[in-house]
């Protein structure tokens, strides 16, 4: 018992010596801002449901779908069981493991070796004298188990309950984002089926005004520049056409490869992307973040395995108390095993264990544990401020983007206008056909913009959703 005194201090000293866990949040604090610059205080829209919040009944039979056959998202449920299964395994290493054995050897012993020259004098049974070739059998169970004095093995457990519960938490992202890229490609597949609404429109006033040049020109009121220039301009539209056809089919692709499914048609009501954009937007606090936000709440659990990891690299220096034992059968012929009590053998051992030299490994694996939850200290803080930062460009967004679209609707209207006016005027040869050329280009462009405002507007309501941590509910 002295010696094991000694020993225990002796190992104390190691820990006191080489063993030192650095604080991770020394010199690295960054506090949350109490609010949203501009923002009042209100309730998260994280918080609602995301039927509630897309509320087109296509888009939520889409986002369903990805919801249950996405890859992505099945590949994540599959990291769930392994940190499931590893949560098991560090259960299991606090517990005595259990298992049955049998051995058959055969010994034989120099007859000039005090265990030989003993045999041949001995009798192993009434009127037998221990065989020269001495067989032995023996059948029954043995256990090991390691006392868990310093929590080596419970901080081991905490940390993979950490990474299991992290594992949920990146679930929990990954179906976040599906929803956000399911959402985002449903509005583009609008926006490009109004975008060929609105090229075949033009493409249909250009070719009118092709009509009308030439029949100016056959009556000698233009010249064939001005017939050339309307073909171009009716040409390039028909290629801007075309390219928007293929856009369509790669966005129809993204989609189903999102849910997915092979390449097929996909369900939409382009005529819901002109419906009112009025919502309200309930951003809450930003501390809110830490509860909401997948991503947050995933590098927190893995801080906490981090610095369980810490901990138990730290028992590594302590003592460990392992404890072994076997308990069976064991005779020389098989005949005898099951005797009893003649053939019952059991050991037990207890063994303390502590590394006195060459303690590189077991200091290296602690200077890597500090330095991971180091790291995952900064990990968790960048997240915080990354959040912070997504849902503060998605406010400032949303506010310019009302204001463009606003103005783009002016724009449009305005040059819709010009394009009547300048088309009369050509007629009655008041206006020259580069005017009327150059009107209509206007005023495609100003459409086309304008269902891009449109289309950004609806993707900055789905960003601020997601900035904001909802959708995993």
Known sequence: MKYLFILINISFCILISGCKITDPNAGFSKGIPS?????????NVAKINWREYFNTPILIDL???????????LKAFQRIEASRAGVRSSTGALLPTVSGFGTMAQRRYGLYTMDGAGNISTYIRQDEIVPINLRDYYLGLQTSWEADIWGKLRNRRKAAVARFLGSIEAKNLVVTNIIAEVSNS????QALDNRLDILRENIKLQEDALMIVQTQKQAGITNELAVKQFEGQVLNSKTMEKETLQEILETENRINYLLGRYPQPVRRNK??????LDFLVNVGVPTDLLGNRPDIRQSEFELKAAKANVKAAQAAFYPSLNITGAYGYQAFRTSLLFTSPESIAYTIFGGLTAPLLNRSQIKAEFQNANAAQTEALYNYQQSIMNGYIEVYNELARLKRLQEIHDLRTNESLALSQSVDI????????????LEVIISQQKSLDAQLQLVEARKRQNMAKTNLYKAL???WR
């Open 35 to 43: 609010s949203y610059y501009g923002e009042k205080d209100s309730l």
């Open 186 to 189: 449903y509005y583009e597949l």
């Open 422 to 433: 300048s088309t009369e005027l050509f007629r009655s040869g008041r206006a020259t056909y």
């Open 271 to 276: 005529d819901q992307y002109k419906d009112s």
């Open 469 to 471: 941590g909802g959708g």
């Open 63 to 73: 986002i369903d779908t990805a919801l249950n056959q996405n890859f992505d998202i």
